[in-house]
T-cell receptor
Framework: EPEVTQTPSHQVTQMGQEVILRCVPI?????FYWYRQILGQKVEFLVS????????KSEIFDDQFSVERPDGSNFTLKIRSTKLEDSAMYFC?????????FGDGTRLSIL | AQKVTQAQTEISVVEKEDVTLDCVYE???????LFWYKQPPSGELVFLIR??????QNEISGRYSWNFQKSTSSFNFTITASQVVDSAVYFC?????????????FGEGTQLTVNP
């Protein structure tokens, strides 16, 4: 069964550094998403992407964040200058219609 | 605004017991979708089910069943004859197409522990 893949599984970064999280969505999916989950808390929506542009973003998704689909397969989330509070699990998801399928997540640890 | 409430923070049962996880939602949309996801200790999110707001039929899949009641804005999840492998955090989620696009709004999750 096709799945969403995310790399790396764990990223450790110094505060203030830029980080790029990578995702390969399911190949025939059209909608792409990033969510985050701070340890022990619920999953929160960050951004959705469709037809090569952001379709929706939450208040969490400020100017420090950006997304890109640089080629036909990858979907990336960049955090420009990381803060301690960016430490979380970041999930990529994709969907063809309504059912979003999630990757295994990237655990981001900011030191 | 969308909201999903899972009032049960933690539930602990003994293997073979039945357990019901509650989910109550709020939305102004007339068309919306409800979901359940499982998050095992390894951390990934596993899709379990999607229901749309026009389909109130209950659904059964093996030991899992879902009870959607629009009148009470609830979408409860029952595991019959629970097993240790069912131990996980279970999230209920909502997407309302009219006011929030396709974003998922998650509840706080219910930690289910099934003891042998």
């Amino acid at each position: 069964e096709p799945e969403v893949t995310q790399t790396p599984s764990h990223q450790v970064t110094q505060m203030g550094q830029e980080v790029i999280l990578r995702c390969v969505p399911i190949s025939n999916h059209l909608y792409f998403y990033w969510y985050r989950q701070i340890l022990g808390q619920k999953v929160e929506f960050l951004v959705s992407f469709y037809n090569n542009e952001i379709s929706e973003k939450s208040e969490i998704f400020d100017d420090q964040f950006s997304v890109e689909r640089p080629d036909g397969s990858n979907f990336t989330l960049k955090i420009r200058s990381t803060k301690l509070e960016d430490s979380a699990m970041y999930f990529c998801a994709s969907s063809r219609q309504e059912a979003q399928h999630f990757g295994d997540g990237t655990r981001l640890s900011i030191l | 605004a969308q909201k999903v409430t899972q009032a049960q923070t933690e539930i602990s049962v003994v293997e073979k017991e039945d357990v019901t996880l509650d989910c109550v939602y709020e939305t102004r949309d007339t068309t919306y979708y409800l979901f359940w996801y499982k998050q095992p200790p390894s951390g990934e999110l596993v899709f379990l089910i999607r229901r749309n707001s026009f389909d109130e039929q209950n659904e059964i899949s093996g030991r899992y069943s879902w009870n959607f009641q629009k009148s009470t804005s609830s979408f409860n999840f029952t595991i019959t004859a629970s097993q240790v492998v069912d131990s996980a955090v279970y999230f209920c989620a909502l997407s309302g197409l009219e006011t929030s696009g396709s974003r998922l709004t998650f509840g706080e999750g219910t930690q289910l522990t099934v003891n042998p």
